[in-house]
């Protein structure tokens, strides 16, 4: 009972908080930013080893330089992605602009569906958010549930704020099925660990040994829709490009895991050019492949 008063707390505070403008939030990540950093060490020691592992190149003095500028940047997101709960259509139109959306309208105006996938870089939440804005037709994200129900409720409404439709990820094939009758896309954020005991591949990403998802690729496989990938870049403090890049047009031509391996493939292109901007507090590589 305690647990959850303080959960409908931190909802509510933080609602709170979304109201305030940009400018005095971005006040308050400068502040978070010290005590992530310096103070806490919030995950700097997984931060630091997942840079050593990925770049063995660079020198100590280069990733410390990232490992600061990925702590700053991790401050502006979490403000960014409060903020959600009460940004403006206006507002967030103004600050994350789409380029070659008009790919994928061309295959909704022929009745078509489609898939698009993106991984943990840069300000994820709001590319997903602001589909519903930017296409004529349904949006569906998939996403990974939080622990917390109180925290993933008001998570799931301020995600659905502009018309898309969350979709917890063990139901993707059933809302994929009753969603078949109409043009849509399905977006997934693909650089996810599997769950331990579902790692079935691997692949050389960042340098290193790393379990792939499988789950567009297969989804892919069943339903042949072309994929594009939402490729994000961070232009200044706040805003955003995402670019609509088709990296596969016809699936069932594919072969096994050619799907997975171009995702990943672009996504390590887009880490290794501003490195910044990844997820680098994520526990990417604690499975380990079992050999026998």
Excluded at 9 to 20: K, Y
Excluded at 49 to 71: G, M, T
Excluded at 213 to 228: D, H, M, S, V, Y
Aim: hydrophobic share 40%; aromatic share 14%; proline share 4%.
């Amino acid at each position: 009972m305690i647990k959850k008063s303080f959960s409908y707390i931190g909802v509510v505070f933080l609602s709170f908080l979304s109201l305030l403008p940009m400018q005095l939030l971005y006040l308050i990540s400068a502040m978070c930013y010290y005590v992530l950093y310096y103070v806490t060490g919030y995950r700097r020691a997984v931060v630091r080893e997942n840079l050593i592992n990925s770049f063995p190149e660079k020198s100590v003095k280069e990733l410390i330089i990232i490992e600061k500028e990925f702590y700053r940047y991790l401050s502006d997101l979490s403000v960014e992605i409060m903020k959600m709960a009460s940004i403006s259509e206006k507002e967030i139109k103004k600050r994350l602009k789409f380029t070659n959306l008009h790919l994928i309208e061309a295959h909704f105006e022929k009745g078509e569906s489609v898939l698009a996938c993106t991984g943990h870089y840069g300000n994820w939440e709001w590319g997903m958010m602001s589909l519903g804005l930017n296409l004529s037709e349904k949006a569906y994200v998939i996403y990974k549930p939080l622990s917390n129900g109180i925290f993933d409720d008001w998570f799931l409404k301020i995600r659905s704020r502009f018309g898309n439709t969350a979709v917890p990820m063990r139901q993707t094939l059933r809302v994929l099925t009753a969603a078949k009758a109409t043009p849509s896309i399905f977006c997934f954020a693909a650089d996810q660990s599997p769950v331990h005991g579902e790692s079935h591949y691997w692949i050389d990403f960042l340098n290193q040994d790393t379990p792939a998802l499988l789950g567009l690729e297969k989804i892919a496989l069943q339903t042949n829709r072309p994929i594009f990938y939402f490729r994000l870049k961070h232009i200044k403090r706040g805003c955003y490009e995402v670019d609509c890049v088709p990296i596969c047009p016809k699936p069932e031509e594919t072969d096994q895991y050619e799907i997975t391996n171009r995702h990943f493939k672009l996504l390590e292109e887009i880490i290794k050019e501003e490195p910044s901007y990844w997820l680098w507090s994520h526990r990417r590589w604690k499975n380990k492949r079992q050999h026998v």
